[in-house]
């Protein structure tokens, strides 16, 4: 794999970012540039990134300067850059987001880029902007932030800091890569689901195969997504699953629990609970259960659905 980005002098970058030890947003800021650059000049020709401590005042107007400078792409003047309406300030990697990400996203539906937004791009501009963690709780989940600082030069290091950033902007290529890849998945998802749901009856919805499932149907507004108690869909091991809808998105409850002498119970017990041949368990917390067929998991769920 070529390197996305090239440290140059000044006078014969693109781009231009601060020196020394660096963070996600700018490590961010730079992989989206590196790939816009890349798009418009359909090549793999490295980005040439200059990383100073100083802006020099004769740069060429097309020269972008982001994360430095206090300018259109910096938020480290008085005050910031400016927030999402959901209070969420903007860091370099947002403001350049903000700003090219729907070009670079141009041949797939504007939810991607919503989605890529609200997963990864929030969190980073988050994150630089101090704004989060809210800890309430003694451990935090490691973050994508704190792994890229982990790529800077330690204090007792003889590391090269330039060097350094390449090896982060390489990394945080990848986690990038797979956020758009993600939310793509995501927005072909919706529209599977949302196509399910008009074909759906009762309260178990059934999909022709496994897919990311829980937000188009949580945050669907129809009433068929509304009257949905539960999911039936093919398993990766085989047979059938199916599976509770959560009372909220990321929630742990459940629209209709089951039964209660179905949660853990043996195969033997649950087949003469139900009288479905085919059911061979349901989780002792009973948001999941397999099946053997379609049919008897989409029985299953419609007994759950009644009791």
Excluded at 282 to 295: E, N, S, V
Aim: proline fraction near 5%.
């Amino acid at each position: 794999m070529k390197n996305l980005v090239e440290i140059v002098i000044e006078n014969e970058s693109q781009v231009v970012t601060h020196g020394g030890v660096f963070h996600a947003d700018d490590v961010l800021a730079t992989v989206i540039l590196a790939k816009l650059f890349q798009q418009r000049n359909q090549n793999d020709v490295p980005l040439k990134v200059c990383r100073e401590f100083k802006v020099s005042a004769d740069l060429s107007e097309d020269v972008i300067i982001y994360d430095i400078g206090g300018g259109k792409f910096d938020h480290h003047q008085r005050g910031g850059n400016g927030a999402r309406e959901n209070g969420v300030p903007y860091s370099s990697a947002g403001l350049i987001w903000r700003e090219f990400g729907k070009e670079l996203l141009k041949d797939v539906p504007d939810m991607v880029w919503e989605i890529v937004d609200r997963d990864i791009i929030q969190a980073v501009d988050a994150m630089d902007n101090g704004t989060m963690p809210r800890p309430d709780y003694p451990c935090q989940g490691f973050s994508i932030s704190q792994a890229i600082s982990g790529f800077n030069p330690t204090w007792d290091s003889k590391e090269n800091f330039d060097l350094c950033f390449m090896k982060a902007v390489a990394f945080m290529e990848q986690v990038f890569d797979n956020a758009v890849a993600t939310a793509a998945a995501k927005a072909k998802a919706e529209r599977l689901v949302n196509g399910a749901l008009r074909n759906s009856k009762g309260h178990v919805l059934v999909l022709d195969r496994y897919m990311p499932w829980q937000e188009p149907l949580l945050t669907s507004e129809s009433e068929a997504a509304k009257n949905i108690l539960f999911v039936v869909y093919p398993a990766v091991r085989g047979g059938y699953n199916w599976q509770c809808v959560p009372d909220t998105l990321g929630g742990f409850g459940q629209r209709k629990p089951v039964p209660q002498e179905w949660k853990g119970a043996p195969a033997e017990e649950l087949q003469k609970l139900t009288g479905v041949e085919g059911f061979t368990f349901c989780h002792p917390a009973g948001f999941l259960g397999a099946c053997k067929t379609q049919d008897e998991a989409v029985r299953v769920a419609t007994l759950a659905a009644e009791a």
